[in-house]
């Protein structure tokens, strides 16, 4: 319901059309079929998508993530640790943030704000001043696709596009391959599931093999920075920056 009324608020305000959000499924699948890992590989229509079962808002069934269940896990060592066994080091967290509720959150009336756009936007920001990395520098994103509506908005509240403009960000192919910047090259939660606690890790899995280039068929040229977009409701964000290291 929160997500679904987002995105209901956002096409109101903005008069995005109901094509415009079933396509963000249809490039989730696109990117999925090039993921073992992920739950739904079968691509989709934007006329599927919005034939399935309709749940709240603009959403439909295909536009909701699957409640999956899995594991992840990461081994954390420090650099000395790595060298002296071996292991790489290519990869480093350039920045990374984290932020709660807002008084926006519970205050503005404002939907896209309770179901955490302050909160991403803050984060993001947080981490381009640290990093002194801008989002235009951004070639590949792992962000939290719970529902189309929240990729749509997070497209903005990351600054990968400006506000009221993801539509055309959407129509002009600018979040996938041959676009500006690839959104969930893994399928993202839409596609390769959301197991939860999991989530985050196999977000930051995705984008570390990027950075190495061991994708395979997902694999975004020329990469040399990742942001990965994480959420809870509740209320926290957390936004990372990787970066690939000689």
């Known amino acids: 319901w929160y997500f679904g009324g987002a995105g209901a608020s956002y096409a109101e305000k903005y008069g995005t059309k109901?094509?415009?959000?079933?396509?963000?499924?249809?490039k989730s699948?696109?990117?999925?079929?090039?993921?073992?890992?992920?739950v739904f590989r079968d691509p989709v229509t934007v006329a599927e998508v919005l034939a399935s079962p309709h749940i709240f808002g603009?959403?439909?069934?295909?536009?909701?993530?699957?409640?999956t269940c899995g594991a992840a896990a990461a081994v954390i060592a420090s650099e000395e640790f790595a060298r002296r066994h071996g292991l790489r080091t290519d990869v480093r967290i350039a920045a990374q943030a984290m932020t709660t509720d807002f008084p926006s959150t519970?205050?503005?009336?404002?939907?896209?704000k309770l179901v955490g756009y302050d909160m991403a936007k803050t984060a993001a920001e947080q981490v381009y001043e640290a990093s002194g990395v801008s989002p235009e520098d951004i070639r590949v994103v792992e962000l939290h696709d719970c529902f189309t509506a929240n990729e749509l908005l997070s497209y903005e509240a990351l600054g990968l596009t400006p506000e009221g403009t993801a539509e055309k960000f959407i129509a002009d192919g600018d979040n996938t391959y041959g676009?500006?910047?690839?959104?969930?090259?893994?399928?993202?939660?839409?596609?390769?599931g959301h197991p939860l606690g999991a989530t985050g890790l196999a977000q930051c899995a995705e984008l570390v093999w990027q950075l190495r280039?061991?994708?395979?068929?997902?694999?975004?040229?020329?990469?040399n920075l990742a942001l990965q977009h994480n959420i809870g409701l509740g209320g926290a964000a957390v936004v990372t920056l990787y970066e690939k290291v000689s």
């Not at 109901?18 to 249809?26: K, L, M, R």
């Not at 519970?106 to 896209?112: L, P, R």
């Not at 068929?217 to 020329?222: D, F, K, P, S, T």
Request: charged share 20%; aromatic share 4%; with cysteine.
């Open 29 to 38: 699948r696109a990117h999925a079929a090039n993921n073992p890992y992920a």
């Open 213 to 223: 280039g061991e994708a395979d068929a997902r694999q975004v040229e020329g990469v």
């Open 18 to 26: 109901a094509e415009t959000f079933a396509a963000i499924s249809v």
């Open 106 to 112: 519970f205050e503005a009336k404002d939907i896209t």
């Open 58 to 67: 603009p959403l439909t069934r295909l536009q909701c993530c699957p409640p």
């Open 179 to 192: 676009g500006r910047v690839v959104t969930n090259p893994s399928g993202g939660l839409l596609s390769k």
